[in-house]
Antibody, heavy 125, light 110 residues
């Protein structure tokens, strides 16, 4: 059974940088899966941040532009998120997730199969 | 870029059938998946692909897509189905492929 666990500071100062890690157990970070970050501001819906494959290939939410950096550490079997220039609007619960992709008879299939429990990040001085 | 649109709230009487919809141009090219989220919990996958349920998800949950609209149907809704439901799909409009989430639908079981 795959488990994902986010870790990082719960409080970040305005204009600072958020650094979060997601530890993966029960699966190899080098498996045929993508690894993603999603956030949820208080009382609001889910927002995709970005994703990474073990080769280092990444894709990010265009709305976050160059603020996002996602990396993978195969030796630790975890992946990480850095989000720069933090503001109050970045206050949210941050989730990491395992994403499966494949093709079947119906075409391309992609889904967020497993999620971490989430970690609250507050931006405040 | 594209977006996925969901009704903010839907209600259903206990034991009745409810359909939650998700509209977006990306659904013409990519399949939708559906997530259930209860207060204070992480999202849980309930439907993916054409109409697949992960292990442990009751068969009262089903999915379908027609044109640009994906639907999640709960046949015989139970009290424990009261939750927020989010659709998501990939989107290849714009310069880079990315992931979309719908705004979510709050389901109330009466």
């Amino acid at each position: 059974q795959v488990q994902l666990q986010e870790s990082g500071p719960g409080l970040v100062k305005p204009s600072g940088t958020l650094s979060l890690s997601c530890d993966v157990s029960g699966d190899s970070i080098s498996s045929y899966n993508w690894w993603s970050w999603v956030r949820q501001p208080p009382g609001k819906g889910l927002e995709w941040i970005g994703e990474i494959y073990h080769t280092g290939s990444t894709s990010n939410n265009p709305s976050l532009k160059t603020r996002v950096s996602i990396s993978v550490d195969k030796s630790k079997n975890h992946f990480s998120l850095e989000l720069t220039s933090m503001t109050a609007a970045d206050t949210a619960v941050y989730y990491c997730a395992r994403v499966k992709r494949y093709y079947d008879s119906s075409g391309y299939v992609e889904y967020f199969q497993d999620w971490g429990q989430g970690t609250q990040v507050t931006v405040s001085s | 870029s594209s977006e996925l649109t969901q009704d903010p709230a839907v209600s259903v009487a206990l034991g009745q059938t409810v359909r939650i919809t998700c509209q977006g141009d990306s659904l013409r090219s990519y399949s939708a998946s559906w997530l259930q989220q209860k207060p204070g919990q992480a999202p849980l996958l309930v439907i993916y692909g054409k109409n697949n349920r992960p292990s442990g998800i009751p068969d009262r949950f089903s999915g379908s897509t027609s044109g640009n609209t994906a639907s999640l149907t709960i046949t015989g809704a139970q009290a424990e189905d009261e939750a927020d439901y989010y659709c998501n799909s990939r989107d290849s409009s714009g310069s880079h492929p990315h992931v979309l989430f719908g705004g979510g639908t709050k389901l109330t079981v009466l």
